[in-house]
């Protein structure tokens, strides 16, 4: 099984970005131990290039069987259209907030 993690990159620090994901990385080794996480922090975005990021990530989650939205994605561009195009493609999606 390959996940996606979607969260919010854009406003946030390096150490916030990687500290979100060794969380749910941690959340979700325990609840699928077998997985494979595909890495999805694409950094150096901003906002004259954030559409450019976003389909870089976009490709990245065609190959996942199942997308985690993260808990504090609520006020992020990406994170709503990464959700958005999962749904529409029918992938999984689960909330960060069922791993716990």
Same mark, same amino acid.
């Given at each position: 099984?390959? =996940?996606?993690?979607? %969260?919010?990159?854009?406003?946030?620090?390096?150490? !916030?970005?990687?500290?979100?994901?060794?969380?749910?990385?941690?959340?979700?080794?325990?609840?699928?131990?077998?997985?494979?996480? =595909?890495? #999805?922090? =694409?950094?150096?975005?901003?906002?004259?290039?954030?559409?450019?990021? &976003?389909? $870089?990530? $976009?490709? &990245?989650?065609?190959?996942?069987?199942?997308?985690?939205?993260?808990?504090?994605?609520?006020? #992020?561009?990406?994170? %709503?259209? !990464? %959700?958005?195009?999962?749904?529409?493609?029918?992938? !999984? =999606?689960?909330?960060?907030? !069922?791993?716990?």
């Amino acid at each position: 099984m390959k =996940i996606f993690i979607s %969260q919010p990159i854009t406003g946030k620090s390096n150490s !916030e970005i990687f500290a979100t994901r060794k969380n749910i990385v941690s959340k979700l080794h325990t609840k699928y131990p077998d997985a494979t996480i =595909i890495n #999805s922090i =694409i950094l150096g975005g901003n906002d004259t290039n954030d559409i450019k990021y &976003l389909g $870089l990530t $976009l490709n &990245l989650m065609a190959d996942a069987d199942l997308v985690v939205m993260a808990k504090d994605r609520a006020n #992020s561009k990406g994170c %709503q259209v !990464e %959700q958005y195009v999962a749904t529409i493609y029918n992938k !999984e =999606i689960i909330e960060e907030s !069922e791993l716990d």
